[in-house]
Structures are given as structure tokens and as C-alpha cells.
């Protein structure tokens, strides 16, 4: 392109998941359904484990912070796309292009780093129990999710900054519902080969790391698991991490899924709808996920909402009929 067509971009065209004009209030309606559904069984898990002194402890406080980051995960896309719709509109000014981005790659990271800190505190607590308290004391699970938020802040901040350096023409349009990383880098003018270099180093140590981590936690539980001599033991080690394996397996393969179908496909809409498992669907399903079989999570819930009182009620109003 010539360099008198290069000028500073004010603003991009985000076109969504459909331009049909007879899809919009569906998808405005599904997408609604889901982040309030999102928003609500988050904060929901929250107030539980915040307000029952039995689940004052590391492994439901790392799922309470899973849980914040997961609402504010989804708030960074969904909001902006139902206005786009609702208003007819699919612009985004580059500052708030840059700004969604940022905060969707910092809760990303978070949401990546969090989970291998649950799998290392499942991984003390089944591989050695005794030790455990000791270990996992409220200090370091406070430095631990204080980790996850630097780590996750500078890389987000260096992806940040990398995409400020590219230059772009005007009247952009990203085939997307919101400012995703490689579209930006794709339709910069300027060299783009620092940026996609830099982008898959830290790509590949992001997830990398993390997941070596987790798959090496989970080799040592399931070689304590199989070393156990009692079958009621090995049922009660492995239903405690049977619910975060499940999130990590959804967040994992919906994640690789996306990136899987868009090399092959060469097509960005469809990477587009795929990508809606990850940044809508795993945020919504995860406290499912940690409440349908958790009794502990149910108790509280009862709790909170006084229902625990409701069956012994009844229950004595019965013993007084003759």
C-alpha cells in the first residue's frame, strides 16, 4: 500500500457472527440468555463460598477467584456486541479496539493460570494430604492468585503495546464480534513479522507452561489415586478433582478447537462462531460444572437462601398430627 494511504485509524468495523439482518434479535436474544446466565451462576458461586465459613478454604478460594475472572472474561465481549446490535452498529473506536483487548488477553491468562493453580492444589491435597494445610496456608494461595494477575497483566500489556506499534488503513473491518489479537496483526499495513513472532513465543509459553503444569500434577494424582488400596478412597480422591479436570478439559479444547478449525478452514467467520465456545459457553457452564455433584457448593447455596430450615419445618409439623 502506498504510504500516503497509512494514517492513523480512529476506528474499526467489528461485523459479528452474521450480517443477516433476520439473525440479529436470535442472536441478541441467545447471547443476552447467556451472560446473564454467566453473570448470575458466577456471582452466585461467589456470595456461596464467600458466606459459608466451610468453604474458607484454598481450593473454593481459587474457584471464587475462577469464577470473578470468568464474569469479567465474558463481560469484556458480550456487552459490546449485544449494543452493536441493539444499536444497529458495528463500530469500535481503536482506543476501545485496544482496550477490549487487552482486558480480554489479561482475563484470558487468568483464567489459564488459575486453573493450573487448582490442579497443583489438587495435587497437594490427594498426593499429600498430611501436609497439606501447612502447604497450601493463606499466604502463599494469596501470592498464588498474585502471580496470576502480574503474569497475565504484562503479557497483556506487551501484546497491548506490540499492536500500538502497527499501522493501519482506514475503514477496517474485523470479521469477528470482538478486537481478537491475530485479526488485528492481519490487517496491519506496516511489518507485522515482530508482532507474530512475539505473539507465538509467549502463545506457545501461555498455554504451554500452564498445561505442562497441570498434566504433570495430574500424572502424580492418578498414580497416588491407582496406589490407594480402597476402592471408596480412590471414588472420594478422584471426585474431588473431577469437576476442575472437566473445566480444564472444556477450556483447553474449545481453546484448541478454535485456533485447530480456523488454520484449516482459512475461513474467519467460522473461527468467528467456534470461538464463541471459549469466550461465552466455558464461562457459563464452569459453575455448573462445580455445583451439580458438589455438595458442599449446594449446602451453601442452601444457606445463603435459608432453604435449610424448610424440610425440618415441615418434617415437625408432621410428627404432631395424630
Same mark, same amino acid.
Given at each position: 500500500?502506498?504510504?500516503? $494511504?497509512? !494514517?492513523?485509524?480512529?476506528?474499526?468495523?467489528?461485523?459479528?457472527?452474521?450480517?443477516? #439482518?433476520?439473525?440479529?434479535?436470535?442472536?441478541?436474544?441467545?447471547?443476552?440468555?447467556?451472560?446473564?446466565?454467566?453473570?448470575?451462576?458466577?456471582?452466585?458461586?461467589?456470595?456461596?463460598?464467600?458466606?459459608?465459613?466451610?468453604?474458607?478454604?484454598?481450593?473454593?478460594?481459587?474457584?471464587?477467584?475462577?469464577?470473578?475472572?470468568?464474569?469479567?472474561?465474558?463481560?469484556? !465481549?458480550? #456487552?459490546?456486541?449485544?449494543?452493536?446490535?441493539?444499536?444497529?452498529?458495528?463500530?469500535?473506536?481503536?482506543?476501545?479496539?485496544?482496550?477490549?483487548?487487552?482486558?480480554?488477553?489479561?482475563?484470558?491468562?487468568?483464567?489459564?493460570?488459575?486453573?493450573?493453580?487448582?490442579?497443583?492444589?489438587?495435587?497437594?491435597?490427594?498426593?499429600?494430604?498430611?501436609?497439606?494445610?501447612?502447604?497450601?496456608?493463606?499466604?502463599?494461595?494469596?501470592?498464588?492468585?498474585?502471580?496470576?494477575?502480574?503474569?497475565?497483566?504484562?503479557?497483556?500489556?506487551?501484546?497491548?503495546?506490540?499492536?500500538?506499534?502497527?499501522?493501519?488503513?482506514? +475503514?477496517?473491518?474485523?470479521?469477528?464480534?470482538?478486537?481478537?489479537?491475530?485479526?488485528?496483526?492481519?490487517?496491519?499495513?506496516? +511489518? $507485522?513479522?515482530?508482532? $507474530?513472532?512475539?505473539?507465538?513465543?509467549?502463545?506457545?509459553?501461555?498455554?504451554?507452561? #500452564?498445561?505442562?503444569?497441570?498434566?504433570?500434577?495430574?500424572?502424580?494424582?492418578?498414580?497416588?489415586?491407582?496406589?490407594?488400596?480402597?476402592?471408596?478412597?480412590?471414588?472420594?480422591?478422584?471426585?474431588?478433582?473431577?469437576?476442575?479436570?472437566?473445566?480444564?478439559?472444556?477450556?483447553?479444547?474449545?481453546?484448541?478447537?478454535?485456533?485447530?478449525?480456523?488454520?484449516?478452514?482459512?475461513?474467519?467467520?467460522?473461527?468467528?462462531?467456534?470461538?464463541?465456545?471459549?469466550?461465552?459457553?466455558? #464461562?457459563?457452564? $464452569?459453575?455448573?460444572?462445580?455445583?451439580?455433584?458438589?455438595? +458442599?457448593?449446594?449446602?451453601?447455596?442452601?444457606?445463603?437462601?435459608?432453604?435449610?430450615?424448610?424440610?425440618?419445618?415441615?418434617?415437625?409439623?408432621?410428627?404432631?398430627?395424630?
Amino acid at each position: 500500500m502506498e504510504p500516503g $494511504n497509512l !494514517t492513523r485509524v480512529s476506528e474499526f468495523l467489528l461485523l459479528g457472527l452474521s450480517e443477516e #439482518p433476520e439473525l440479529q434479535p436470535l442472536l441478541f436474544g441467545l447471547f443476552l440468555s447467556m451472560y446473564l446466565i454467566t453473570v448470575l451462576g458466577n456471582l452466585l458461586m461467589i456470595l456461596a463460598v464467600s458466606s459459608d465459613p466451610h468453604l474458607h478454604t484454598p481450593m473454593y478460594f481459587f474457584l471464587s477467584n475462577l469464577s470473578f475472572v470468568d464474569i469479567c472474561f465474558t463481560s469484556t !465481549t458480550v #456487552p459490546k456486541m449485544l449494543l452493536n446490535i441493539q444499536t444497529q452498529s458495528k463500530v469500535i473506536t481503536y482506543e476501545g479496539c485496544i482496550t477490549q483487548m487487552y482486558f480480554f488477553l489479561l482475563f484470558a491468562g487468568l483464567d489459564d493460570f488459575l486453573l493450573t493453580v487448582m490442579a497443583y492444589d489438587r495435587f497437594v491435597a490427594i498426593c499429600h494430604p498430611l501436609h497439606y494445610t501447612a502447604v497450601m496456608h493463606p499466604q502463599l494461595c494469596g501470592l498464588l492468585v498474585l502471580a496470576c494477575w502480574i503474569i497475565s497483566v504484562l503479557i497483556s500489556l506487551l501484546y497491548s503495546l506490540m499492536t500500538l506499534r502497527l499501522s493501519f488503513s482506514t +475503514d477496517l473491518e474485523i470479521p469477528h464480534f470482538f478486537c481478537e489479537l491475530n485479526q488485528m496483526i492481519q490487517l496491519a499495513c506496516s +511489518d $507485522n513479522f515482530l508482532n $507474530n513472532l512475539v505473539m507465538y513465543f509467549v502463545t506457545v509459553l501461555m498455554a504451554g507452561g #500452564p498445561l505442562a503444569g497441570i498434566l504433570y500434577s495430574y500424572s502424580k494424582i492418578v498414580s497416588s489415586i491407582r496406589a490407594m488400596s480402597s476402592a471408596q478412597g480412590k471414588y472420594k480422591a478422584f471426585s474431588t478433582c473431577a469437576s476442575h479436570l472437566s473445566v480444564v478439559s472444556l477450556f483447553y479444547l474449545t481453546s484448541l478447537g478454535v485456533y485447530l478449525s480456523s488454520a484449516v478452514t482459512h475461513s474467519s467467520q467460522s473461527s468467528a462462531t467456534a470461538s464463541v465456545m471459549y469466550t461465552v459457553v466455558t #464461562p457459563m457452564l $464452569n459453575p455448573f460444572i462445580y455445583s451439580l455433584r458438589n455438595k +458442599d457448593i449446594k449446602g451453601a447455596l442452601e444457606r445463603f437462601f435459608g432453604l435449610t430450615g424448610i424440610p425440618r419445618t415441615i418434617l415437625l409439623r408432621l410428627k404432631k398430627c395424630p
